[in-house]
């Protein structure tokens, strides 16, 4: 496009941009050039990639690694750190899995250290480049999971094996399909399918006569808790990890947990994650970031409420997720998100804690799982706990410790302890043990706007 040529657009604040330089100097105090939207436009309506979109998505990557690299403590600004591939340097092969900015698909490294070696290679998909808006967050959103998994060093947490050679946003000014890549870890399963095969399982030995007979029954359902602890206890310690490092995830679940082909377990897509900064912290310790944001089925009610919130918000998540784990059924069943706002947000309800569920779970498994999703931040317990607690459960003591039962908060004098709020009362408080499982399917309800924005797969097909 000649047009292209001409284009003004919002200028880099950072001297180390190497996006159009000249033309940066010239603009520097010029808004938009009204023919960046009609070529956009125009070049969207064929189904081409826009030389004018590619440079502006180039400049959003840019401007979203400056703002991530702002005051860190833990992201460098050299990207020379980097493992650089050039296209050359993988072979990509069949397509794995897509989301709703790129795709992933399998590929081998013929250069370097692991050459021979089978990965995932993650690109912005072409059907995303067309759209400026798409474009536009894809990239950001490729080139933060790209700094965040630089940073990171964690058997439970997925691996960066190498990026596209080059600047990250020359690479996506390109246009090219391919322009900015990753390559990371293949996972070969999700703990979202892993739960629905417990799910299964389940059924069958409930169904089944003859196994429910004699203690066999009853010492494969043991069995299967302690093997779902011990999962538990590698996610825990992921997270313990990241908040070890002042970062929180915001968006755990179990399409965000998958396996790799040695069945160890990875925690992946870092597209929520953020490094908690000083200069965001209230004078209560908490921080103003965005609300709403994650799956609604895991969200904290203060990040529901968009109230400021902490490192707390993984554990109230990790405690809905335990319970999903340990019971394989899934919590909030079809509600709406109004539903769940109205019952679980403001009022109290918790998934259910009956006999029926809780038989075959110790007292501290159960402990654990309400304390974590306790509408007051402050008695949530940090990961740290919660993996000594899951560690005690797989050594089978089933006490909780006396030094953590002294850590309690008085209710009547404190009822809106904390970011809460709303209805937080004596009768949400009641409410907490009440039935989830009822309601039409309406899962979809379940994902913020922001959360569904960022879907992604990592090679083990579609997400549900």
């Not at 190498?162 to 070969?188: H, M």
């Not at 953020?274 to 004078?283: G, H, R, S």
Request: hydrophobic share 35%.
């Amino acid at each position: 496009m000649v047009l292209s040529d001409k284009i003004l657009f919002p200028p880099c604040t950072s001297e180390k941009c190497t996006v159009d330089e000249e033309e940066k100097r010239k603009v520097a105090a010029v808004q938009p050039c009204a023919m960046t939207e009609k070529c956009v436009s125009a070049c969207s309506a064929y189904g081409r990639v826009c030389p004018c979109a590619a440079r502006i998505a180039g400049h959003a990557a840019c401007e979203a690694m400056q703002e991530l690299m702002k005051g860190s403590k833990i992201f460098k600004e050299d990207e020379r750190t980097f493992v650089h591939l050039d296209p050359n340097d993988i072979t990509i092969s069949e397509k794995l899995g897509e989301g709703g900015f790129s795709n992933v698909n399998r590929c081998v490294v013929q250069a370097g250290d692991e050459a021979g070696q089978e990965f995932a290679v993650k690109y912005l998909k072409r059907k995303a480049m067309v759209d400026i808006h798409q474009f536009k967050h894809g990239a950001a959103d490729l080139a933060i999971e790209a700094f965040f998994l630089h940073s990171l060093d964690h058997p439970n947490i997925v691996k960066l094996h190498g990026v596209s050679a080059g600047k990250i946003e020359n690479n996506v000014a390109s246009g090219e399909e391919c322009g900015f890549f990753i390559v990371v870890d293949r996972l070969f399963d999700t703990l979202e399918s892993r739960i629905e095969t417990f799910r299964k399982e389940q059924e069958d030995y409930s169904t089944n006569p003859l196994i429910r007979r004699g203690g066999a029954y009853r010492e494969k359902q043991k069995s299967n808790l302690m093997e779902r602890c011990r999962i538990a206890l590698e996610i825990a310690s992921a997270i313990e990890y990241l908040h070890s490092k002042q970062i929180i995830f915001r968006d755990l679940k179990p399409d965000n947990i998958g396996f790799d082909k040695h069945g160890t377990l990875k925690i992946f897509d870092f597209g929520l994650a953020k490094e908690l900064k000083p200069e965001l912290c209230n004078q209560d310790g908490r921080y103003r970031l965005t609300g709403n944001t994650g799956s609604r089925r895991y969200m904290a009610p203060e990040v529901a409420k968009d109230c400021p919130y902490d490192m707390t918000v993984d554990s109230y998540s990790f405690g809905i997720l335990l319970w999903e784990l340990c019971s394989a059924e899934k919590p909030f069943y079809g509600y709406s998100s109004g539903k769940h706002m109205q019952q679980v947000v403001l009022g109290g309800e918790r998934p259910k804690m009956d006999s029926q569920h809780t038989v075959y779970w110790p007292e501290n498994l159960q402990w654990i799982m309400t304390r974590c999703w306790s509408p007051f931040p402050s008695l949530r317990p940090s990961f740290s706990t919660i993996s000594e607690i899951l560690m005690d459960v797989l050594a089978k003591k089933e006490s909780v410790p006396h030094r953590l039962l002294m850590h309690t908060i008085n209710e009547e004098k404190h009822p809106l302890e904390g970011p809460v709020g709303g209805f937080v009362s004596l009768f949400s408080r009641k409410a907490n043990r009440r039935s989830t499982t009822a309601g039409t399917i309406d899962d979809k309800s379940q994902d913020s706007e922001a959360s569904a924005y960022r879907r992604k797969s990592w090679g083990f097909g579609m997400r549900r």
